[in-house]
């Protein structure tokens, strides 16, 4: 009983920062709803024009290797078109579920190491990354998808790493290694994951003897030979 009563506070500590993010991004990007429809923008607009479906898997002619970020894109555009409002509510959504996934995994691993107020500093955290002006580029402009989704990948596989470090579930490797090979397709931004995954394995090892080796191999292996496939 007292396990399920820690899992619901805890569930609605969660449901109650998310609440806050949202508010905050749109109460900061709504005035720019309507805009973002400009320059690369166009000629994202012009590849995905009359094109078959299937041309996403040459990525709509874009020379690179993002056939899940052109995928999405012409189903988004097929659907909506220039309409402001669905394309605002997309990013802003995707900019607020990074937020949210930040301060998951911040608030965990300050927890874990013994940070001082580990919740407020990971809400704080999510709050610095939801607002920072840094970040208006990516979440205004409409052409800037990719950097939204792989932000999302990146942070969801450190927090499936998290989880299977924790528990060793086999489930939570598979998953660690689902959403990379989703990321790699989506932009180059994803190559990333295997250091920070590694990084984040160290860590845990320092901190508390495991895992070995062999929990090493299993993380990054399947990770590393991924990237040289890739390329």
């Given at each position: ?136 580029e990516p979440v205004v402009w409409k052409v800037c998808l990719n950097f939204l989704l792989s932000g999302a990948f ?35 931004l994803a190559l990333v994951i295997p250091l920070l995954c590694l990084f984040l394995a160290w860590m845990w090892r ?26």
């Amino acid at each position: 009983k007292a396990r399920i009563n820690r899992m619901m506070l805890q569930a609605r500590k969660n449901a109650a920062v998310l609440a806050l993010l949202f508010t905050a991004v749109h109460a900061f990007y709504y005035p720019t709803w309507n805009a973002g429809f400009v320059s690369d923008f166009n000629g994202l607009q012009w590849r995905l024009e009359d094109k078959p479906w299937y041309d996403f898997l040459h990525s709509f002619g874009f020379p690179a290797m993002q056939q899940l970020l052109h995928l999405a894109l012409y189903v988004f555009y097929s659907l909506f078109g220039t309409k402001p409002l669905p394309w605002y509510l997309l990013f802003s959504s995707l900019h607020i579920l990074n937020a949210w996934l930040l301060y998951l995994f911040a608030g965990r691993v300050f927890a874990r190491f013994s940070i001082p107020w580990p919740t407020v500093a990971a809400v704080s955290a999510a709050i610095c990354f939801a607002l920072s002006p840094y970040h208006t580029e990516p979440v205004v402009w409409k052409v800037c998808l990719n950097f939204l989704l792989s932000g999302a990948f990146i942070l969801l596989s450190l927090l499936l790493a998290l989880a299977w470090l924790e528990q060793g579930q086999r489930k939570h490797l598979f998953l660690v290694h689902a959403v990379f090979a989703a990321a790699l397709f989506t932009f180059e931004l994803a190559l990333v994951i295997p250091l920070l995954c590694l990084f984040l394995a160290w860590m845990w090892r320092v901190e508390s003897g495991a895992p070995g080796r062999g929990r090493f191999v299993r993380l990054a292996a399947p990770q590393w030979a991924r990237t040289a496939f890739y390329f």
